[in-house]
């Protein structure tokens, strides 16, 4: 019997009608905890103070017969102060510390792992918003871990039943480099307020084989939906005359973790070039660039940098020298007084055996072959 009440008073162990709580295990606990012996103490108080007065009252009241013998406890400007000012303060020092636990209730944590417990067939691990039920098999591969801070597994398959916001990679290398390049092209990134950024691809029908391959690549990875790049129609008036053109675009799932590359590519909804991009300019970046904006110029090949300043495209001929070791020049266009890049002849061997693993076959034409 003395072990039974000693388990209720000095030990931890739960038990009916324990007293007191159990050690906290969370900041949020200890502060609840926290609150709960500040208040006590108050209420402590009040209590013992009140019931002197009380007893006090009583005591008067049998020895004199009279209810409130001292005139000032009846009428008096100092005793109304004391008892209008002095629960103020009781509340206040209630009120701060319990402030400071609901702020603190209200913080926003995004856990690297959730465990859902789900009746039959034990716990399903939900790693990084990737549900492991759902692979498609498993690979390595490189990740940025200075931009990331993770380690270098890619899961292939995204958990699709959640909110935009809440999908926060990890991204691996080569999709980086793909959406990169992508940016660097003709694709473009869609700020959706607070939810996120999904990357957006617009391609002709002339080159829809390359916009599938594309498809097929984020689809596989788990970036998309398995709706197909869905067609379109547009009209164009030229002199008078009408054409028809028809193009293939789908978008990919949105990404809060894709906002820095929006904050990367734009500024004040104009696409920019900014330094940080050679981190992620690689062989297959410079692939989907090229694919997207590059074009055989007889004995080289050029790319399209018409909506980039001289200053931006000087600071991607640097980047392509000193990533490649590519001899490129900048020419100017008269037509549209836009710049664009000019790769030499003799630098082509070195971009095609740079190119050519990472390039879809429908491309390869880009670089005369």
């Given at each position: 019997m003395l072990l039974y009440f000693l388990n209720k008073f000095a030990f931890d162990a739960p038990s009916p009608w324990g007293i007191y709580f159990q050690d906290s295990a969370t900041p949020q606990m200890e502060g609840l905890v926290e609150l709960h012996d500040n208040i006590m103490y108050f209420l402590v108080m009040i209590l013992f103070v009140v019931g002197w007065i009380l007893l006090s009252i009583i005591w008067n009241y049998i020895n004199t017969k009279?209810?409130?013998?001292?005139?000032?406890?009846?009428?008096?400007?100092?005793?109304?102060?004391?008892?209008?000012?002095?629960?103020?303060?009781?509340?206040?020092?209630?009120?701060?510390?319990?402030?400071?636990?609901?702020?603190?209730?209200?913080?926003?944590?995004d856990p690297s792992i959730t465990v859902l417990a789900e009746g039959r067939g034990g716990p399903k691990p939900y790693i990084l918003n990737k549900i492991v039920n759902t692979w498609k098999g498993q690979r390595k591969c490189n990740i940025f871990t200075n931009s990331f801070g993770l380690n270098n597994f890619q899961y292939c398959t995204f958990h699709t039943r959640i909110k935009a916001g809440s999908r926060i990679g990890p991204h691996n290398i080569d999709v980086i480099s793909v959406i990169v390049g992508s940016l660097l092209g003709d694709s473009y990134a869609n700020r959706r307020s607070i939810e996120g950024t999904r990357i957006c691809y617009r391609q002709?029908?002339?080159?829809?084989?390359?916009?599938?391959?594309?498809?097929?690549?984020?689809?596989?990875?788990?970036?998309?939906?398995?709706?197909?790049?869905?067609?379109?129609?547009?009209?164009?008036?030229?002199?008078?005359?009408?054409?028809?053109?028809?193009?293939?675009?789908?978008?990919?799932?949105?990404?809060?973790?894709?906002?820095?590359?929006?904050?990367?590519?734009?500024?004040?909804?104009r696409k920019v070039i900014k330094p940080i991009i050679e981190n992620y300019m690689t062989p297959l970046c410079l692939a989907i660039w090229i694919s997207d904006d590059g074009c055989w110029a007889?004995?080289?090949?050029?790319?399209?940098?018409?909506?980039?300043?001289?200053?931006?495209?000087?600071?991607?001929?640097?980047?392509?020298?000193?990533?490649?070791?590519?001899?490129?020049?900048?020419?100017?266009?008269?037509?549209?007084?836009?710049?664009?890049?000019?790769?030499?002849?003799?630098?082509?061997?070195?971009?095609?055996?740079?190119?050519?693993?990472?390039?879809?076959?429908?491309?390869k034409y880009k670089l005369g072959l």
């Amino acid at each position: 019997m003395l072990l039974y009440f000693l388990n209720k008073f000095a030990f931890d162990a739960p038990s009916p009608w324990g007293i007191y709580f159990q050690d906290s295990a969370t900041p949020q606990m200890e502060g609840l905890v926290e609150l709960h012996d500040n208040i006590m103490y108050f209420l402590v108080m009040i209590l013992f103070v009140v019931g002197w007065i009380l007893l006090s009252i009583i005591w008067n009241y049998i020895n004199t017969k009279s209810p409130i013998s001292h005139k000032y406890l009846n009428h008096g400007t100092l005793i109304e102060l004391i008892w209008t000012i002095t629960p103020a303060i009781i509340l206040m020092l209630i009120a701060f510390p319990s402030f400071k636990l609901l702020y603190l209730m209200d913080e926003v944590i995004d856990p690297s792992i959730t465990v859902l417990a789900e009746g039959r067939g034990g716990p399903k691990p939900y790693i990084l918003n990737k549900i492991v039920n759902t692979w498609k098999g498993q690979r390595k591969c490189n990740i940025f871990t200075n931009s990331f801070g993770l380690n270098n597994f890619q899961y292939c398959t995204f958990h699709t039943r959640i909110k935009a916001g809440s999908r926060i990679g990890p991204h691996n290398i080569d999709v980086i480099s793909v959406i990169v390049g992508s940016l660097l092209g003709d694709s473009y990134a869609n700020r959706r307020s607070i939810e996120g950024t999904r990357i957006c691809y617009r391609q002709s029908s002339i080159n829809k084989e390359y916009l599938f391959w594309l498809y097929s690549f984020f689809f596989t990875n788990g970036y998309c939906s398995n709706l197909e790049p869905r067609k379109s129609t547009t009209i164009l008036k030229h002199k008078g005359l009408e054409s028809i053109h028809y193009r293939y675009e789908f978008n990919t799932f949105t990404f809060r973790s894709f906002n820095w590359i929006h904050e990367m590519f734009y500024h004040k909804g104009r696409k920019v070039i900014k330094p940080i991009i050679e981190n992620y300019m690689t062989p297959l970046c410079l692939a989907i660039w090229i694919s997207d904006d590059g074009c055989w110029a007889k004995p080289g090949v050029r790319i399209a940098t018409n909506c980039f300043s001289y200053s931006e495209t000087e600071l991607l001929v640097k980047i392509l020298k000193n990533k490649f070791n590519l001899d490129c020049t900048i020419q100017l266009l008269k037509t549209s007084n836009n710049y664009s890049i000019y790769i030499k002849s003799s630098s082509i061997p070195t971009l095609s055996k740079i190119l050519l693993p990472h390039m879809h076959s429908s491309m390869k034409y880009k670089l005369g072959l």
